[in-house]
């Protein structure tokens, strides 16, 4: 998917309508589950809300349905699962929630405002510093080093120049001794790291992740999910993962698999089934 790379701005906006729950945390009056029949997570406060969207493409003459009025809530603290074979659409939609795309039709609540409001600067003001984002295929701008690719969100919000929160999150994945690299001079699996310490330099609440470890072999990658996991229990960061490995997706609260442009409840059956050759 040809996403814009910037995942990384800054803006603070609610829903003015709101209701008291019995945690105490404020949610929009407009996103409640209840008025969707949509899933209910962990927080009681919705982070993301997607109403029926849809995505569609054309290619050469013809017209191609990826996603078909699906809906999805996801509550704050909460992390999520996205299944489903390969072309099923799932970095597609990963790329609408996180509001780096735009559905054909639908509507997506992010941190309560409604995305079809904003233009994209609007939508980039206000991933900035609260969502990060973690590409398939990485983005990893091919002429700054490890480093400054992972100071990129910093250098666009407030804090910039932190190069030794920069450093931290390199060191976190491993990759302390490996600042100065170009993207070219890492392996894939490096370059995903990088990827993943892009991804939450800024402390974001809510991180997307498109197979985070499919670059990785099974100890990287079990330290890169054990990361994230310490993240979502410690810091609260919401967790939205595509991937096809069902010992991931048993970790998370819960999982869902994408299929004809529709997600469904889904239990993963067995640690060692590949979702994408099934
Ligand atoms: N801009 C586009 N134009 C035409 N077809 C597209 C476009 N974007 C995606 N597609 C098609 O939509 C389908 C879903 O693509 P997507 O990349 O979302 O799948 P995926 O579930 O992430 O697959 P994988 O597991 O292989 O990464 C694919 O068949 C792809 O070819
Ligand atoms: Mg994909």
Known sequence: MPYS????ENSAAHASSTTEHSNGI???LTDTPAAHNVPHGVSGYPVLHADRLSKKVTSGERSLTILHELSLSV???ESVAILGKSGAGKSTLLGLLAGLDTPSDGELML???ALSRLDEDGRAALRAGRVGFVFQNFQ???TLSALENVMLPLELSPRAGET????KWLARVGLGERVDHLPKQLSGGEQQRVAVARAFVTDPELVFADEPTGNLDPDTGA???DLLFTLNREAGTTLILVTHDHALARRCDRCLRLD???LEPFVPVAASVDEGTQ
């Open 140 to 142: 990893l701008l091919p």
């Open 26 to 28: 404020r949610r929009p």
């Open 5 to 8: 790379s910037d995942q990384t």
């Open 164 to 167: 030794q929160t920069a450093t």
């Open 111 to 113: 941190f309560g405002q």
């Open 223 to 225: 330290q890169v999910i």
């Open 75 to 77: 509550e704050a603290g």
């Open 260 to 262: 004809q442009g529709k």
